[in-house]
């Protein structure tokens, strides 16, 4: 039936305009941002994993900047472990040539001397972000023996996980001035001459040649040497955790890649898909037109039927 009133091609006509104009939006905005989910109302369940999923890489992105940081202050200690390990043999070489009888042991030790300034300067100053790990204060209320370095970020069912690797600090210190526990200020006393002393305190000027003062020379030269195999047991400690530690950085980062790619597989727009699709809106969009142009004509055909 020809009417005036109600012209139903015209109304499909718009009807279809409306929804290829409705996909047009759709598909441009998805050209423009790049995501095929961009909001809650794309995709609700999709957008709500993209969002915790990015939530969490931003976390471990956390993760890896405390792991450098922590690689960083173990790598500090680490060097100063085997510097103090140097100087700790010069201190025995210097023991083993005083051995020798009719040596001058006074100018001996005046080497010995230096050799232990660095020692103590070398576990003072092997500091990095305010953490020093071969010099400490267990008196210090903040002391806590037992350092950790942030390495991982986890979610199970719903529940956050922190995963931390733990470096025990009494296998490592050097100096401890609170109750002189480290491997350079614990103390020993001569069997012969009853004289307590540690690798950074031992003084050999006043030892002669007599059989009981050799003994107490040899008791220090095996003080020292037993120091330097304390050392070089805490500096293979220390290797061991930096590396640790850096193949959890590079695991870290791999992980935040991964996680990447998962969350583009949920909402990235496939841009060859949505710039054909964009084509054939167009398209559709200019036939839309032109029908619904059509669909208005006719109703002026019925003023022929009164002419």
Known sequence: MASIMTNVSAMTALQSLNATNKALDTTQARI?????????EDNAAYWSIATTMRSDNGALSTVKDALGLGAATIDVAYTGMNSAIEVAK??????????????????????????????????????????????????????????????????????????????????????DSNDQSGILDSEDTTTNGGVTYSITTLDISALTDTDNDLADLEQMIGWV???????????????????????????VSSLM?????????????????ESTRLQALQVQQQLGVQALSIANQNSQSILSLFR
């Open 32 to 40: 423009s941002t790049g995501y095929r989910v961009g909001s809650a």
């Open 90 to 175: 010069e201190i025995k070489n210097k023991l083993v040539a005083a051995r020798q009888p009719g040596i001058d042991r006074e100018k001996v030790q005046s080497e010995i001397a230096e050799l232990q300034n660095q020692l103590t300067s070398i576990s003072e100053s092997s500091v990095f972000s305010g953490e020093n790990w071969l010099s400490v204060d267990s008196s210090d209320a903040a002391y806590n023996s037992t350092k950790t370095v942030v390495a991982s970020f986890s979610r199970a069912g719903g529940n956050i996980s922190i995963g931390t690797i733990s470096i025990d600090l009494t296998t490592t210190e050097l100096l």
């Open 225 to 251: 040497d037993d120091g330097i195999s304390s050392m070089t047991t805490a500096a293979s400690n220390l290797g061991a955790v930096k590396q640790r530690t850096n193949l959890q950085k590079e695991f």
């Open 257 to 273: 890649d991964a996680i990447e790619r998962g969350i583009g597989t949920l909402v990235d727009a496939d841009m060859n898909e």
